[in-house]
């Protein structure tokens, strides 16, 4: 049988690569999404505080912003040869102010001729899969012709896999936080485009939460891709990998505490503070008896001077025990 594809969304400031590898800990057959990183930060910046991450972490995907084709080819170059990334891919979605500055992220998908030409050039500079991740349009366009064309043209430049957000964007008027819940969420539009393109690999995102909703959405789609469950409930991919992928390892959330222990002295070791990673593991209990002892714990104490991670993660472990044993 097929494997599944499940994927765990590009979120800047979240999928960091530390929230990657806990998240890696968790679950070892999702498809892990940097955050967004832009040609500039890449070509200008230092490459390895943006590129750089762990073996554990694959498959890995670099999600690019950009828009002028060169230098997105030059960046996808950087990001497989050098990094060894699984797959690029670029952003059509992101709605920001910033972004829309750029001329990248959800405009473009007002300019689906400039995206084929960005894809046929990353397609010419690597060999891993370029694929592009996109809304179902933008601001006030007829979704179904706007969607089909952008489909049409950026597939028929090479590119055969597409992860849908499936709301539009609006350009104007809504910040990036009301774009993720204000548009609503149209699965029809994005399972049209499966069902007209067959050839195509075509993931669904947005607002999935529950297991139910997963595997209901995976007998329509190749897959699907969880963003904010998966970052403020992460133990949702714990029980993907045990109903979704039939992986029956049977952990248990004290045993990625103890696993996340060397590698947070490891990074501390390399100067990272120890705040930094331990910001990603606030939900690990999300809905538990203990959930607020532990993050009350993990937040206060992470910034401590001189805390170390096995410290820190012991006394929150320990406090959320606390609470059951108070409960027994
Ligand atoms: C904090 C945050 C940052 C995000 N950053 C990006 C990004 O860098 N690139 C991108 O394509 N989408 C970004 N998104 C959108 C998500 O990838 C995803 O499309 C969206 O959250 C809908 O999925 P969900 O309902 O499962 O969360 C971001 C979302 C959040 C919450």
Same mark, same amino acid.
């Given at each position: 049988m097929k494997k599944p594809h499940v994927s765990i969304a590009p979120m800047l400031d979240w999928t960091d690569r530390h929230c990657r590898f806990f998240h890696r800990l968790i679950s070892p057959h999702a498809i892990l999404f940097t +955050?967004?990183?832009?040609?500039?930060?890449?070509?200008?910046?230092? *490459?390895?505080?943006?590129?750089?991450?762990?073996?554990?972490?694959h498959p890995v995907v670099l999600q690019l912003g950009g828009s002028d084709p060169a230098t997105l080819a030059t960046c996808a170059k950087i990001a497989t040869e050098d990094y060894g990334y699984d797959e690029v891919n670029l952003n059509c979605g992101c709605p920001s102010d910033r972004v829309q500055n750029g001329v990248f992220g959800a405009c473009l998908m007002n300019e689906p001729d400039k995206?084929?030409?960005?894809?046929?050039?990353?397609? *010419?500079?690597?060999? =891993?899969? =370029?694929?592009?991740?996109?809304?179902?349009?933008?601001?006030?366009?007829?979704?179904?012709?706007?969607?089909?064309?952008?489909?049409?043209? =950026?597939? $028929?430049?090479?590119?055969? +896999?597409?992860?849908?957000?499936?709301?539009?964007?609006?350009? *104007?008027?809504?910040?990036?936080?009301? $774009?993720?819940?204000?548009?609503?969420?149209?699965?029809?539009?994005?399972?049209?485009?499966?069902?007209?393109?067959?050839?195509?690999?075509?993931?669904?995102?947005?607002?999935?939460?529950?297991?139910?909703?997963?595997? +209901?959405?995976?007998?329509?789609?190749?897959? =699907?891709?969880?963003?904010?469950?998966?970052?403020? $409930?992460?133990?949702i991919l714990a029980e993907i990998e045990c109903r979704i992928f039939?992986? $029956?390892?049977?952990?248990?959330?004290?045993?990625?505490?103890?696993?996340?222990?060397?590698?947070?002295? +490891?990074?501390?070791?390399?100067?990272v503070p120890l705040k930094s990673m331990a910001r990603h593991i606030l939900g690990l209990f999300h809905e538990q008896r203990g959930g607020k002892k532990w993050r009350q714990v993990i937040s206060q104490e992470s910034h401590l001077e001189g805390m170390r991670p096995d410290d820190l993660l012991n006394r929150a472990a320990a406090a959320t025990q606390q609470d059951w044993k108070l409960a027994a």
């Open positions: +955050e967004m990183v832009t040609t500039g930060a890449i070509i200008h910046g230092n *490459k390895d505080r943006h590129l750089a991450f762990s073996q554990q972490e995206v084929a030409r960005c894809i046929e050039a990353m397609n *010419k500079s690597i060999s =891993v899969p =370029v694929t592009v991740k996109c809304r179902i349009g933008i601001d006030d366009c007829e979704e179904r012709p706007f969607l089909d064309r952008f489909i049409q043209t =950026v597939m $028929n430049a090479g590119c055969g +896999e597409f992860t849908i957000h499936a709301r539009k964007a609006w350009l *104007k008027g809504l910040s990036p936080k009301e $774009n993720r819940e204000v548009p609503p969420l149209r699965y029809d539009i994005a399972a049209e485009i499966k069902q007209k393109y067959p050839q195509l690999k075509i993931i669904l995102n947005g607002g999935l939460c529950s297991i139910g909703q997963i595997q +209901e959405q995976l007998q329509i789609f190749d897959g =699907v891709m969880i963003g904010r469950e998966a970052y403020q $409930n992460p133990w039939e992986d $029956n390892r049977n952990v248990s959330r004290y045993d990625i505490i103890e696993r996340l222990i060397p590698y947070m002295e +490891e990074q501390m070791a390399s100067g």
